[in-house]
């Protein structure tokens, strides 16, 4: 069974109720984008450091995308330990570590954790999902995900234009979330 718990359900620039982003809660436990403002509402939540699996980002718009290095240095000040995969398109490890770079955020002199980059638009097979893609129409390409399990799915889409490929993906879906 898959539940999913909004950290955030506001636009690019609301504060009140943050970035969109979803944590869906099964036998993993997956973190839907990671805005500016995610990492507070995550921290609200009082969640381990070792608590998620995965975080998939959509595309990398400030929203979507620039509370990853709070987040992974937030992780890494509390001692996680357990390996963390980054999910996203092609791109996405140069990106962060572009982020830390900039940031001058050297996880690599502190962390306890390894990060794992899962950069893919084709079917992936993620612990005890089915992960599908469609892309969207929207600067940056973003891009929508189906998880599929032996009981739900659910499906996720960052900003844009419904595309005829996201309208596949989110057939037979149980659950649908739809940011234009």
């Known amino acids: 069974m898959i539940t999913l718990e909004f950290l955030g359900v506001g636009d690019a620039f609301d504060s009140l109720r943050g970035n969109a982003s979803v944590l869906i809660h099964s036998q993993s436990k997956i973190l839907i984008d990671c805005g500016n403002i995610t990492p507070y509402f995550f921290a609200q939540a ?57 940031s001058q955020s050297y996880l690599g002199n502190f962390a306890k954790f390894n990060l794992e980059y899962i950069e893919t638009i084709s079917p992936l097979q993620y612990k005890e999902f089915n992960l599908t893609f469609a892309p969207t129409i929207h600067p940056s390409d973003p891009y929508s995900i189906k998880f599929e399990n032996s009981t739900s799915s659910f499906a996720f889409s960052s900003d844009g234009k419904l595309t005829e490929e996201q309208q596949k993906l989110f057939k037979n879906c149980s659950s649908l979330i739809f940011n234009s």
């Open 46 to 102: 009082n969640y381990s450091p070792d608590f998620l699996d995965a975080i998939y980002l959509s595309h990398v718009h400030p929203d979507h995308s620039f509370g990853i290095v709070p987040m992974l240095v937030n992780f890494a000040f509390n001692n996680r330990v357990k390996p963390l995969a980054i999910i996203g398109k092609p791109g996405t490890k140069n990106f962060i570590e572009e982020l830390l770079k900039l």
